[in-house]
């Protein structure tokens, strides 16, 4: 126990001497996330359309369902729509609208083909059946409107919307938000740790540790406990600056989330020790990684896997990151308690004290005892 | 009875067999060179001996008791052939974390750092990096790490590579002292001259000792006025008798 404590105190040390580390185990996750939500945060896209020879109804429609107009002759429209100036170009050919779309970029076609679609209807209430009264001979005049049922082109009432969860104001990036926290807890803690115990085998103090009366056990304590205050450091800072300074919406409680953070960071402290005993270089740590950390994230649960074969299905839940996503997105979007996430921070734990064991038993190449 | 032995040490990387069942016995206060070519062997073989790799097969005994064991550990220093230090933190760091895992804190702490640094003639700056000294210094800094716990049994791997001559004489004659108050020292050396100092060589060639004995004993054994001739000779009997005998160990 002893020796741990002198481990943990020596991480300490190093770290207290290389500050630039600490700063971007810090500063680089916050930076991403505050990217990512000023990205996720502009306001909705506005396409451009072209439109020719549409009546002014339907073109002011068209912008008041949130697209920027141009208008040009057919040819050039479409060389535009070509070049990727225009996203789409809308003209009528008889009672058929003719719609060509850019197409490259799904949110652009979606947000094309959303504000046609809103901007026929609106056209088509708007028309105003201008009939005009009869006037018979001898003076007489007769509404034929008060006799004729006419055609209704009444909108259908907008449904009532009450939000089990989240709410209207809620933007996509909201959703990813809570992953994100996670992954990136998970993804920098991973690179510093493996890279750290890495160095110990390349500079021999590995070896040089072995001949010393330090039990096996120790070693890994110490490099958990060592690393554990910075995780710990690190998971908070990140997420209270995700959820205070960049303003991920939080219905949960701020320490539950904390918890979480830190779990994941555990397990991926004591993975990323693992993977560096099977790594004879930073090089080759980073290679480990992209087989060992960029699959979790993929499969976290980031994107929708309901729809995916069963196979995959089935990886994801192999994953620590996956538990630690799901508990994050219950917590923070659906305000989850304590008693909600339990199951997953149990399967955190015993993540991590499967890593931790691993990586006392694969200290065993060096030394038996 | 010897401080250490080892008996029939087999050690294998891979296909390769580094060591061919190699045994040697060390005395309280001797200190015993291990004289070789590059690749011969030393290094795997007091790695063995210092526990930090297992052996294929054969025995390693200290202080009568078998090896590995964190008891026995405790005794032992060694100094491994690469500085293994954390460059990363000063020398002061680096002594007190070895310390502290043979349980030396404070005042004690600081005697002993004092003491191993005086031995390995080297004085610190406070507050300057491991990484920031010179390569001669980063090797006596880790001689200092290896003898602050003052074990009764030293295995120094190249301890004296990258030193002036100067630091060289000075080092061998705290060997020396430390050897006349009982200590016992296993020390790896290509170096002739260095090897002259030992009490004992164990002349080792690929994975085997070809010779042992104090280096008078060797040079008169092979009529030979140096050591370095003394070596060769030995070394072209030994490869006469595999050629003849088919070789225990080819
Ligand atoms: N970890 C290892 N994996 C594979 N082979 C190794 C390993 N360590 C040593 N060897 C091989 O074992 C042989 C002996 O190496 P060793 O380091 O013991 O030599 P040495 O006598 O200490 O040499 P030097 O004087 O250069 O330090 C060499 O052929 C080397 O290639
Ligand atoms: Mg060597």
């Known amino acids: ?369 | 009875m010897p401080i250490l032995s080892a008996r029939d040490i087999v050690q294998r990387f891979g296909q390769q067999e580094v060591l061919h069942g190699v045994s040697l016995g060390v005395e309280r206060g001797e200190i015993l060179g291990l004289l070789g070519p590059s690749g011969a062997g030393k290094t795997t073989l007091v790695n063995v001996i210092a526990g930090v790799t297992e052996p294929e097969s054969g025995i390693v005994e200290a202080f009568g008791k078998p090896m590995p064991s964190l008891q026995l550990m405790r005794r032992m220093g060694y100094m491994a052939q690469s500085d293994a230090l954390y460059t990363d933190l000063t020398a002061a760091e680096n002594l007190a974390f070895f310390g502290a895992i043979y349980g030396l804190t404070g005042n004690a702490l600081k005697h002993a750092g004092e003491r191993a640094l005086e031995t390995a003639h080297l004085t610190v700056e406070p507050g300057k990096l491991a990484r920031e000294y010179s390569g001669g210094m980063r090797r006596r800094l880790s001689l200092a790490t290896a003898i602050l716990h003052e074990p009764d049994l030293l295995i120094l791997d190249e301890p004296t590579i990258g030193l002036d001559p100067l630091h060289r004489v000075d080092i061998w004659e705290a060997f020396r002292q430390m050897a006349e108050t009982g200590k016992t020292m296993i020390v790896t050396t290509h170096v002739m001259d260095e090897a002259e100092r030992c009490d004992r060589l164990a002349m080792i060639r690929d994975g085997v000792f070809i010779a042992m004995g104090s280096p008078d004993e060797l040079r008169q054994r092979a009529g030979a006025a140096t050591l370095e001739d003394a070596f060769l000779y030995f070394a072209r009997v030994e490869m006469a008798s595999t050629a003849e005998g088919g070789g225990a160990h080819a």
């Open chain 1, 1 to 369: 126990m002893r020796n741990a404590y002198a481990v943990s105190l020596r991480i300490l040390r190093q770290f207290k001497h290389d500050p630039r580390t600490l700063f971007m185990m810090i500063v680089a996750p916050v930076l991403a996330l505050f990217l990512l939500n000023v990205i996720f945060g502009s306001p909705d896209y506005e396409p451009l359309i072209v439109t020719a020879d549409m009546p002014s109804d339907f073109v002011s429609a068209l912008e008041d369902a949130g697209a920027r107009i141009a208008t040009a002759s057919d040819v050039e429209a479409l060389d535009l729509v070509e070049q990727g100036e225009a996203d789409a170009f809308v003209t009528q050919d008889g009672d058929v609208l003719r719609v060509w779309i850019e197409g490259s970029d799904p949110s652009k076609t979606g947000a094309v083909l959303r504000a046609i679609n809103v901007a026929q209807i609106e056209a088509l209430v708007s028309v105003e059946l201008d009939i005009k009264p009869i006037t018979l001979p001898g003076g007489l005049e007769i509404d034929v409107t008060e006799y004729l049922p006419l055609p209704s082109f009444e909108p259908p009432a907008a449904p009532e919307v009450a939000y089990v969860h989240g709410s209207e104001d809620m933007r996509v990036f909201d959703f990813y938000g809570p992953v994100f926290i996670g992954v990136f807890v998970f993804f920098y803690v991973f690179i510093t740790s493996g890279i750290s115990f890495v160095r110990e085998r390349t500079g021999g103090t590995l070896e040089r540790l072995m001949a010393t009366p330090i039990h096996r056990w120790e070693l890994v304590l110490g490099y958990v406990a060592g690393f554990g205050l910075f995780t710990l450091a690190q998971s908070a800072i990140v997420v209270a600056a995700s959820i205070y300074w960049v303003g991920f919406p939080n219905l949960g409680n701020f320490w539950l989330v904390l918890l979480i953070a830190l779990s994941m960071a555990l397990v991926s402290l004591t993975l990323g020790i693992l993977v560096s005993e099977f790594a004879n270089t930073e090089l080759q740590v980073m290679q480990l990684m992209q087989i060992i950390v960029i699959p979790q994230i993929l499969l976290s649960g980031m994107f929708d896997l309901s729809q995916t074969p069963g196979w995959m299905q089935m990886l994801g839940k192999a994953f620590p990151v996956t538990y630690g996503a799901e508990a994050m997105r219950a917590v923070m979007l659906r305000g989850a308690g304590f008693g909600d996430v339990a199951a997953e921070l149990a399967v955190l734990w015993v993540f991590a004290a499967v890593f931790f064991i691993g990586n006392i038993v694969a200290l065993r190449k060096y030394r038996r005892i």
